[in-house]
């Protein structure tokens, strides 16, 4: 399988001092749908705009086909397409229009792009709206020519930074459904930074998952939870007159002797037990506890999330309000005291 | 709207573009990114009625306004010779040209802080454009609007000339005109340059306004923009002097009112002196702008 992205040992200092990347490493293969999950500040979006060769980095090598980012920019540029969080089309143009410049700064035949513009606009389905202002669009249109822009030359490897952050479910769930068409029907190997675990959970085959500026753990979301040891499974019981801690320690001995059951213990008077196949497991669970005359009063069954995994790994659930370093500019003195100034990018 | 049903409408064109053999180079590449660019600029500037309607206004209030304001100035006894023997209509009307670019030349470089703050930017720059480009387009754009306002200025103080003592005639005519609008464009970009340098050292659209105006209106009245350089007090006399908006606008008067209009100087002189600041100080601000520019988007 071919690699489209390989980056070895990649960091990135900024002028301040800040350290956003610490030398990190990873593969994307042809066809993959890749995410980099990690919450605000982790060192996403550093990463992507080192690999769209909007950055460069301070060591360590960044290939993207095989080329070098910082040797090959214009190369890799005609390649990649790219959507960010900040809608970057023009509010005073309409759809169509903003397709069009688009594919024009890549020069391509008059025809062609006129087709390709169509055939965008179907796909992501601004047809009836073309003809108008994108500033006139919601937010999830917006969003869609975003992408469709993105995609105007027919790019080979589509790079997403944080790309349904500010829509709303219905409207996330639509661009999901585009991103995954583009993967499955157009083979378009996708690398997307997101910090919404559903997100990466639903879309991604592989996942990185980022922190302080290192990738602590790489696989598929699958693969990910299942290093948890399988469903969780949460069990109080009816009281039956006797002693409950002296129930509950029974409840753990004939759990603790069932085969497919990984972990048993006692947790503020439930006893919680880990098991793969979690629904599979429930009905032999709940022989042996009759069985051995414990009624069962509440259970509940619930699945390793990403989240999960990242308190497995890093021991903090994944925050969204950790500072973001202003990538691009830092501002000047004067643009302090006044207080003006660009907002954050996140 | 017709729908593209082929399975894969274009692979071929899109393979050549991805090899980068299709991708034109040098000079003609940047060439046809300026004029996308510039294009964009335009269509821009045509949807916005609220933009077109003040830029084209606000100096006709300013000709309207002052124009009455100091019209018995150039007639008092003893003044007609400072003001070139024309009508302050006719004196003001270079001036009105240039506050339109001191005021209307902070837009280039809030308009760049629009774009990277909207991530514009960021998409054009994943695009293997030309960076250039996107400078060239916005100036070009830019360019386009202040020299429509300009020549709305001279027309409209041509008609309203009519109803001036003395009324108004240009004395070189038409060339004399192109002439002096030339000269105002080269100021125009002096200052749109400026401006993008400011709005890139400053990230910030306030603060590009704040520094702009400071800059401006101490430019437009220490120079004999308002009255001729005699009549002003002795120090701000000094500073005209070396005021490049002073420059300006001799060059501007004397080509467009006559030889009369600056005294102490030939009228050849007087356009060369303009000509040779304004290429100098707009070879500085540009490549100040140019550079900034490179490195915000490096």
């Given at each position: 399988m071919n690699r489209v992205i390989e980056v070895a040992e990649l960091r990135k200092v900024y002028a301040?001092?800040?350290?956003?990347?610490?030398g990190i490493s990873f593969d994307v293969n042809e066809g993959e749908f890749f995410g980099f999950l990690?919450?605000?500040?982790?060192?996403k979006s550093t990463t992507i705009k080192i690999l769209i060769t909007l950055l460069g980095a301070t060591s360590g090598s960044a290939r993207v086909f095989g080329r070098d980012v910082a040797k090959h920019a214009d190369l890799i540029r005609s390649l990649i397409g790219y959507a960010a969080?900040?809608?970057?089309?023009?509010?005073?143009?309409?759809g169509r229009e903003n397709l069009i410049l688009q594919g024009q700064l890549y020069h391509m035949d008059k025809a062609v792009l006129r087709r390709r513009t169509a055939e965008l606009l179907e796909l992501m389905d601004l047809t009836a709206d073309a003809?108008?202002?994108?500033?006139?669009?919601s937010g999830g249109m917006r969003k869609r020519l975003d992408l469709a822009t993105g995609l105007i030359h027919r790019p080979q490897l589509l790079f997403l930074d944080e790309?349904?952050?500010?829509?709303?479910p219905q409207n996330r769930a639509g661009i999901w459904a585009h991103l995954e068409e583009l993967n499955k029907r157009d083979g378009l190997t996708i690398f997307l930074t997101t910090h919404y675990l559903e997100e990466a959970d639903r879309l991604c085959h592989r996942l990185a998952i980022i922190d302080h500026g290192s990738i602590i753990a790489n696989a598929s979301p699958q693969a990910l939870k299942a290093e948890l040891g399988g469903d969780v499974i949460s069990l109080t019981f009816r009281d039956d007159g006797s002693d409950a801690d002296a129930r509950r320690a029974r409840a753990t001995g004939v759990l603790g002797a069932?085969?497919?059951?990984s972990s048993v213990k006692q947790d503020d008077g439930r006893v919680v037990l880990t098991a793969q196949h979690g629904g599979q497991s429930l009905p032999p669970i709940l022989r042996a506890l009759g069985d051995a005359g414990i009624d069962v009063a509440d259970l509940t069954l619930t699945s390793p999330t990403l989240d999960d995994v990242f308190l497995k790994y890093t021991g903090e659930r994944i925050r969204e309000d950790a500072p973001v370093h202003n990538w691009r500019n830092t501002q000047s003195p004067i643009s302090r005291v006044m207080g003006g100034g660009r907002p954050k990018r996140r | 709207m017709t729908t593209v049903t082929e399975p894969d409408p274009v692979p071929h064109e899109i393979a050549s573009l991805v090899t980068n053999e299709a991708l034109p180079r040098g000079a003609a590449k940047l060439a046809s990114e300026t004029y996308v660019l510039y294009v964009r600029q335009l269509k821009r500037l045509s949807r916005q009625a609220t933009v077109i309607f003040f830029s084209l206004v606000q100096p006709l209030i300013w000709l309207v306004l002052f124009g009455q304001m100091f019209g018995r100035i150039a007639r008092l006894p003893g003044a007609a010779a400072s003001f070139g023997n024309v009508s302050y209509l006719q004196f003001f009307i270079p001036t009105v040209i240039l506050q339109s670019i001191l005021f209307g030349s902070g837009q280039s470089g809030v308009a760049i802080i629009t774009d990277i703050d909207s991530g514009f930017l960021d998409k054009l720059l994943t695009?293997?454009?030309?960076?250039l480009a996107i400078l060239a387009g916005r100036l070009l754009g830019d360019l386009t609007r202040i020299t429509v306002q300009m020549v709305l200025v001279v027309i409209i103080g041509y008609i309203f000339g009519?109803?001036?003592?003395p009324q108004i005639s240009f004395h070189y005519g038409i060339p004399g005109i192109l002439a002096a609008l030339l000269i105002a464009m080269m100021f125009a970009i002096t200052l749109m340059a400026l401006n993008v340098y400011i709005a890139l050292w400053t990230r910030s659209t306030e603060a590009t306004f704040i520094v702009s105006n400071f800059l401006t209106l101490p430019l437009l009245f220490t120079?004999?923009?308002?009255?001729?350089?005699?009549?002003?007090p002795g120090w701000m006399q000094a500073i005209a002097h070396v005021n490049p908006v002073t420059y300006t606008i001799d060059a501007m008067r004397v080509l467009?009112?006559?030889?009369?209009?600056?005294?102490?100087?030939?009228a050849g002189l007087v356009v060369v002196e303009a000509l040779g600041i304004l290429i100098g100080l707009g070879s500085v601000t540009l490549a100040l702008a140019t550079s900034r520019f490179r490195s915000a988007v490096s």
């Open positions: 301040d001092g800040i350290e956003a990347l610490r990690g919450p605000n500040g982790a060192g969080q900040d809608v970057g089309v023009d509010d005073v143009l309409t003809e108008r202002p994108a500033g006139s669009y790309p349904t952050t500010g829509l709303d069932l085969p497919f059951i | 695009t293997p454009i030309n960076r009519f109803w001036q003592d120079s004999s923009a308002q009255l001729p350089i005699e009549l002003l467009l009112n006559g030889p009369d209009s600056v005294h102490g100087k030939s």
